[in-house]
């Protein structure tokens, strides 16, 4: 099924604390370029607070208190509310009748296979523990969060892959079984290798406030100093300045290639003119770390400050930010509702859209007798 030509975004996040500079670089900033550059007829934001509890159960506060940290990270980086649509997973009820339905069109065996599923039940020590079926069933829900908004194009990072292919398999036997009712989505993944997977400061895979390894948007100047000075890796065999360097696997690199320009030597290191001329002479010796890390510290320090600034404003008028979500949440609820609707239909179990059933009953009895 298409949807009408019209090209629909939905992305979102779960709601389990503050967003980092991982989420900045993999998707918020791509998020803004999108907004802005008129291509799309509607772009939803779902904070995703139902699959954030799936693993954070025993403290539903956690999720509550975080929802407001996270639409206003989402207003600081420059997501406009009058161009997107943001809304709270739980308030539209349609995912979780879509989720229930979609359940039946793949099994455990699939969802085990799937690679992102598998990762992310051993960082969170599932293995050991018990998993609890609601995270298993992650990719099913996500799946409805997806279809539900007859979204065509979903921005991920490049670990989510794996989820949106699910979608896609059961988007196409939903079809197959009940005729064209459901758009088949594409993944969208950022066209900066390096922006695809931030490692946190300490060189972990990814970051994670547990690890205490993330350079949050909303820190103070003073905390990403300290980040980067005292936890950032670089090369352990870079010993003194002399030494020749290497660039890869070096996180203060990473984090270059991420965000800094050519425009950021002219402004603070101009003696290169490019990330390459430094990379080469650090790779033959006679750069230290602490000029790195001391331009990558007034790199983050432009990008961060209007942040803050924007971060700043929202805060000091918490009812409007209330507003806006609410308004999100009720005109997403109108639309989820409308595909839970259509879902059932092609399903032949929506009893009470009229009367016809009646006359089917009707039928059914007299063949009996």
Known sequence: MDNGNKQIILTGDRPTGRLHLGHYAGSLKRRVELQNSGQFDEIYILIADDQALTDNADNPRKIRDNIVQVVLDYL???LDPEKITFCVQSALPALHGLTFYYMNMVTTARLARNPT???????RGFEDEGLPVGFFSYPVSQAADITAFDANIVPVGEDQLPMIEQTREIVEKFNRIYGETLVLPKAVIPENECQRRLPGVDGKAKMSKSLGNCIYLSDTPQTVKKQINGKMFTDPAHLRIEDPGHTEGNVVFAYLDAFCTDGHFAEYLPQYSCLEEMKEHY????????????????ILEETLRPIRAERARWEADIDAVYDILLKGTMKAREVTNGTLERVQKAMQIDYF??????NEWEKILKAEK
């Open 283 to 298: 790779r033959r010796g006679g750069l230290g770390d602490g000029t790195c890390k001391k331009f990558l510290i007034q």
């Open 353 to 358: 859209a009229d009367r016809r059933i009646v």
């Open 76 to 78: 600081s980086v420059g």
């Open 117 to 123: 599923v598998k990762a992310e039940i051993q960082m």
